[in-house]
């Protein structure tokens, strides 16, 4: 199935980090999530219960991203996923989640994770 509900650039603010000043001072976020689910029934009733509600998708985002902290970007990516395909009826989610700027020496727009997980 190719069908998807996307939602990109999603900005949060949270406190996620390996170090204490970074969970002290917190940072901005950006995911995009991707669930992969039949939108035929919706796409032929045109009815918002036939399909997942991108509105409800982001805010069980944001609970996470800005109501929990973790050390590592791959934990918030991972508590993402699993929430999303508790809540919702997708067959899988694609999660990235993009940290702005990253706490490295250098010049990056971001530092980033990917992950994709299924309906097991």
């Known amino acids: 199935m190719t069908d998807r509900i996307l939602l ?4 949060f603010f949270g406190r996620h980090g390996v170090t204490a000043e970074e969970q002290r ?3 901005r976020f950006v995911v995009d999530v991707e669930l992969t689910y039949d939108l ?8 918002l219960q036939d399909t997942i509600s991108y ?3 982001y805010r069980s985002v ?13 934990a918030l990516a ?3 996923a699993q929430a999303l395909l508790a809540r919702f009826p997708a067959e899988e989610v694609r999660v990235r989640v993009k940290k702005q700027p990253p706490p490295i020496a250098g010049v990056v727009d971001y530092a ?7 309906r097991t």
Do not use: K, T
């Open 40 to 47: 035929a029934r919706a796409g032929q009733s045109d009815d």
């Open 112 to 118: 980033g994770v990917e992950i994709v997980r299924q």
């Open 55 to 57: 509105s409800d998708v």
């Open 8 to 11: 990109h650039g999603a900005q």
């Open 78 to 80: 991972r508590a993402i």
């Open 25 to 27: 001072v917190g940072g």
């Open 62 to 74: 944001h609970e996470i991203v800005e109501g929990q902290s973790f050390r590592l970007i791959e």
